[in-house]
């Protein structure tokens, strides 16, 4: 950790410019970032006035971009469901965003995973009327007090409003006006609570943080992450999608199997690469230094994990 630490404080400036741009953020001059500031207080604090992008993908759904994490938002006359929540103080500016697709109300919202910028919304979405689904795992690391060391943060347990009320362990089917939604667990990968969320009529499927377009991927191995659950993950997405199928990313663009065969592909090379350095009894540093992402920088590394952070959380992981 020590040597992961060095890293990130000396590219500090570097992650913050590029967390703001993976989460789709304006690029302000008084978002200046403190030396001793988790990037979680920096990425909350441009949430809060983040414009809240809107695309219309296909039939009844839409999505919102800027407030964290993709929110998917299937629309019906009777109401809204949505996919995560973005970041909790963009509740403004993402009501505008909802309001512009229908004045419908939000009555279900689905978790793809804890994390802030995914559930952070989860408070306000429940007043509205919301009711919450999601994995177990979600509800049990929501109740916490977890400390994420390689994003130099402690979450706070969520207060009794941001907790979901319905959970499932492995699978859970939910009809909205006639529309079948299908959720699924993942094996551990992004964390221990990732679940994937597949909408047949459009054939659209949301799943989150196992795929960031065109960026490398966080691995939270403090909820039970897991590097060889992200490339099973990576697999299983290819394996449930065809050449027409939508696929909404936890971070990054709108992608389709292209783009999941070509992260897949992406994850296997690097790991092998990483893998067999580590084997040669290389500690971190020597691995860093051997560059072993180099050639793939310049597609996945500007953003919040770059080369080197990425070499560092796959390390860890094998």
């Known amino acids: 950790m020590s040597n992961y630490r060095n890293v990130s404080i000396n590219r500090r400036e570097f992650l913050y410019l590029g967390a703001l741009a993976a989460s ?29 992008n809107v695309t219309n993908l296909r039939g009844n759904i839409s999505v919102l971009e800027g407030s964290g994490g ?4 299937l629309n019906k ?4 469901l949505m996919v995560d929540a973005g970041i909790g103080v963009s509740r403004k500016n993402m009501l505008v965003a909802l309001d512009s697709i229908s004045t419908a109300p939000i009555e279900y919202l689905i978790n793809s995973h804890w994390h802030f910028d995914h559930s952070g919304g989860n408070e306000w979405v429940q007043k509205e009327g919301a009711i919450i689904i999601a994995h177990e795992n979600t509800k049990k690391h ?50 221990d609570s990732d679940v994937s969320i ?4 459009s054939d659209i499927l949301h799943v989150a943080d196992t795929f960031c377009n065109n960026y490398y991927p966080f691995v939270d191995y403090t909820t039970g992450g897991s590097i060889y659950g992200m490339i ?17 990313p936890g971070h990054g663009s709108i992608g389709s199997k292209v783009e999941l065969v070509q992260f897949h592909e992406m994850l296997v090379v690097l790991c092998e690469r990483i893998g067999k350095l580590k084997k040669q009894g290389k500690t971190l540093k020597e691995v860093m230094d051997a560059k072993p992402t180099a050639s793939h920088d310049q597609k996945w590394g500007a953003s919040l994990v770059d080369g080197n952070t990425f070499t560092y959380l796959v390390y860890k992981g094998l």
């Open 142 to 191: 929501l109740m916490e007090t977890i400390r994420v060391d390689d994003l130099d943060y402690t979450f706070s347990p969520a207060p009794a409003e941001a907790l979901p009320s319905i959970v499932f362990k492995e699978k859970h089917k939910h009809d909205f006006y006639g529309e079948q939604i299908e959720i699924e667990k993942y094996v551990p990968a992004h964390t």
């Open 70 to 73: 993709n929110v998917a938002v």
């Open 77 to 80: 006359e009777g109401g809204k």
């Open 24 to 52: 789709g953020f304006l690029m302000k001059p008084e978002l200046a970032i403190s030396q001793n500031e988790s990037l979680v207080v920096t990425l909350t604090r441009a949430a809060s006035t983040a414009k809240i």
């Open 232 to 248: 099973d993950a990576a697999k299983r997405n290819i394996d449930r999608t065809t050449s027409e199928t939508i696929v909404i």
């Open 198 to 201: 597949y909408f047949p009529e």
